[in-house]
């Protein structure tokens, strides 16, 4: 909205007041946007930085004060989140001018901290101009771009409080931060050739490499070398994506044996050769957050084979900093650039750590002197239909607040889950949700949970006197919580978790229909949960109906070889015609009844409901996927192997007791009967997913009329699948549901820690 906005006007009336403005309005250039705004309406005053956000201190003629006020909301800066301005008449003080104060950094902080964000149009245009004074520089920035909350120690967001507080300005980068009227006042990162970060090229035993390092790495991944890149949170392994000998030797010395490598590209015109994408692919493609985006790949790509090894698709991002954009360039094609770390491990961000951990997959490291604070991996998301799932919400969205449509009245904490682990900070309305941790499966990934919860604590001033966590006595994040001292413990169910995180993002109380399918999840009865249907709110849930429970033969064995679920349901749909079914199969047939009879035996072989473990069997039965080498493979490949033609599915049986059991072995026995009768697999695989979807909709069916309620919650990464969701939310919308899902937080672990605080929240007596 520009100044033609009609006001009462009082054009001789001069009045004064105090601004405050909250939200993400720092390290975006907000204040020379306020100081501008100021001078074109003729008024006098002051604008700074503070612990809450900005405050604004204004005086002039009335008409003038309401078009800026609506103009600071209607004009701001792209990259501003305004969350709330507020204003008070204040006593006239007669200023002659308007300017930008230093900040004040005394009090309690609310500031919210900026995500890193992508390089912007004027930046790159500075860094492929020959006669710019930035030309080919790795680091350039301004207010519209570039690193922020990997490189920020504490607020408010100044240079002093950054990783870029040891290099000095030079005068010409001064006269730029100090100019209101330049894109690069009080960028904090600002820095040019003569002043700032310098490239460094080094070989695997730390000797640096003659010439221009860019250059040089662009000839070396041309030989076949693997070049570990220092990027926003952390180091990058890079090779050539055609070059099938570099790529392959990248997964064994990352032991990666499987999972796909995302991979840049240029621009949206090549990404468009390698997948199919659409509008809304494409927009996340060109964000400004600049995620790994899943796409369907196309036919006939000259990709290395092992890029994504049985995939149809392909995770594929854009350039987000200069060095990136550059190295594009020199090189014109795809390239591979995952995670600089081991299967397992975290993401390398320290040059030291970075040398030593990956020493021996790195043939070349090239490396800066700019130090990144906090460990940030890339973000994860897929589009279904026209709205982004998140797989991994990290860099270019953390850590940007969830703001609720209630209130947290005290400090919560929670601590999230064993897999995919985040947590989450809240207080007030603003609940802030952790970059992706990693699996706490080892020391070095627990030691970045408890730093970045450390981090989070300073720089967002949070001091929990709630923490929550999950059931799971064995978790590390448990563990965590249960050793803090001096605040209220909540324990939270995994599954009331992940039906309050879409509650919460979704803004809505409940009660409602929640269908929480997953992997695991440790139940009240002591039994391993997955396939769970819940009458849920924030407060509390009833465990309305789930999937019948089987065996899992080997406990934690059973989720890396897929074959022992497939053993464990043939037998529960088979019994004695078991040596049938078998026979069907065809494979593995000694070692699968030595499994049957250590399920039957029940030693190591606790009880599930899982969905996820489900899926898990039907691959292999399928003899899609025996063993796997990375958490959710074996259904990844399933999905990809159905026909999405494919309309019948696979029938169950609902047993409508006061808690409904889901008899989903039927599944099993129909598909032995296709199998026996030569049926596609790909035929089969869709029948399977049409039939999950099939038990959704029929159980919330049952569950409506016994409750009247009418609202589906759909989370779990089960939901992740995209055929699967599809199909499930076309049903129960035909069935006259209205059906939430997640598009701000994963629907996987990495969303539990949102639910469990606004559960403990809301048992506590402090959400309102």
Same mark, same amino acid.
């Given at each position: ?96 001018? &308007?300017?930008?104060?230093? #900040? ?44 922020? &909350? ?156 092992? +890029? ?32 600089? *770390? ?131 006595? *064995? ?37 409602? +229909? ?128 159905? #026909? ?17 059991? +889901? ?57 992740? *699948? ?47």
């Amino acid at each position: 909205m520009m100044l033609g906005t009609v006001f009462e006007a009082r054009p001789h009336v001069v009045e004064a007041m105090r601004i405050r403005v909250e939200g993400i309005v720092q390290g975006i250039g907000f204040r020379p946007f306020v100081w501008a705004l100021a001078k074109r309406l003729g008024l006098k005053g002051s604008v700074a930085n503070d612990t809450s956000g900005v405050l604004i201190e204004i005086e002039g003629n009335c008409t003038s004060l309401e078009a800026f006020k609506v103009a600071l909301r209607h004009e701001a800066p792209r990259l501003a989140a305004i969350e709330r301005i507020t204003a008070e008449a204040i006593p006239l003080s007669g200023r002659q001018q &308007f300017e930008i104060l230093g #900040s004040e950094i005394t009090g309690q902080h609310e500031t919210l901290v900026c995500p890193d964000i992508a390089t912007c149009d004027e930046c790159l245009r500075e860094v492929f101009d020959p006669n710019d004074r930035r030309y080919r520089f790795a680091f350039t920035n301004c207010t519209n771009c570039g690193p922020r &909350f990997t490189i920020v120690c504490g607020v408010p967001y100044d240079r002093a409080l950054t990783t870029m507080d040891s290099f000095r300005m030079c005068s010409a980068c001064e006269r730029e931060y100090h100019d209101p009227a330049d894109r690069r006042f009080h960028a904090q990162p600002v820095c040019c050739p003569a002043c700032g970060p310098r490239l460094l090229l080094v070989d695997r035993n730390g000797r640096e490499e003659c010439g221009d390092p860019l250059n040089r790495t662009a000839s070396l991944l041309r030989q076949g070398n693997i070049v570990a890149i220092k990027g926003l949170g952390g180091y990058h392994l890079a090779a050539l994506a055609r070059d099938e000998s570099a790529v392959a030797t990248l997964r064994a010395r990352k032991h990666r044996e499987d999972k796909p490598f995302a991979m840049m590209v240029p621009d949206l015109d090549t990404a468009r050769l390698l997948a199919n994408i659409d509008a809304d692919e494409a927009e996340l493609l060109l964000s400004c957050r600049r995620p790994i985006v899943l796409l369907k790949r196309r036919t006939g790509t000259t990709l290395a084979p092992s +890029i994504c090894r049985r995939s149809q698709s392909i995770g594929l991002m854009l350039p987000y900093t200069p060095l990136h954009h550059m190295l594009c360039r020199e090189l014109d094609e795809p390239f591979v650039l995952t995670s600089g *770390n081991l299967s397992d491990e975290p993401i390398a961000f320290i040059d030291a750590e970075a040398r030593q951990r990956l020493s021996a997959v790195a043939d070349f490291h090239l490396t800066h002197d700019r130090a990144i604070h906090i460990r940030t991996d890339d973000s994860v998301v897929r589009s279904i239909r026209g709205r982004s799932l998140p797989i991994r919400r990290s860099r270019g969205y953390a850590p940007g607040p969830l703001t609720l449509p209630w209130k947290i009245r005290r400090p919560t904490l929670g601590c999230g889950a064993e897999l995919k682990n985040t947590f989450c900070l809240a207080k007030g309305r603003h609940a802030f949700l952790s970059h992706h941790i990693g699996d706490l499966e080892n020391f070095e990934t627990f030691e970045a949970f408890i730093g970045g919860i450390d981090h989070f604590k300073s720089i967002f001033d949070i001091e929990p006197a709630l923490v929550a966590y999950d059931l799971h006595p *064995n978790y590390l994040s448990t563990r965590y919580a249960r050793e803090v001292t001096a605040v209220a413990l909540e324990g939270v169910q995994h599954h009331h978790a992940h039906i309050a995180s879409c509650l919460a993002e979704n803004a809505e109380f409940g009660p409602v +229909i929640g269908v929480a399918f997953d992997g695991l999840g440790y139940g009240t009865d002591g039994t391993i949960w997955g396939g769970e249907f819940l009458i849920a709110d924030f407060e509390k849930f009833q465990r309305a109906a789930h999937f019948e429970q089987l065996p899992m033969p080997g406990g934690t064995a059973a989720i890396r070889q897929p074959w022992r679920m497939a053993a464990a349901y043939l037998d529960a749909a088979f019994g004695d015609d078991l040596p049938k079914a078998l026979a069907v199969i065809g494979r593995n047939r000694t070692n699968w009844k030595n499994i049957v009879n250590l399920s039957r035996s029940r030693i190591n072989s606790p009880l599930t409901s899982s969905a996820g473990r489900l899926f898990d069997a039907v691959a292999s039965i399928l003899g899609i996927r025996d063993i796997v080498n990375y958490e959710g493979q074996a259904a990844i490949e399933l999905e990809q192997m159905a #026909s999405p033609l494919e309309e019948s599915h696979y029938p169950t049986r609902i047993d409508l007791a006061d808690v409904i059991t +889901i008899r989903s072995t039927d599944i099993i026995r129909a598909m032995v009967e296709d199998l026996k009768y030569g049926a596609a697999i790909e035929v089969m695989a869709a029948r399977f997913h049409n039939g999950v979807a099939q038990i959704v909709i029929d159980t919330c069916r049952v569950l409506r009329d016994r409750t009247g309620i009418s609202v589906v919650a759909l989370s779990g990464g089960v939901f992740q *699948n995209a055929l699967l969701l599809h199909r499930t939310l076309d049903g129960l919308e035909r069935s006259s549901f209205r059906v939430l899902t997640h598009s701000r937080v994963p629907s996987n672990d990495g969303g539990i820690s949102l639910g469990q605080v606004v559960v403990a929240a809301a048992r506590q007596k402090i959400l309102e």
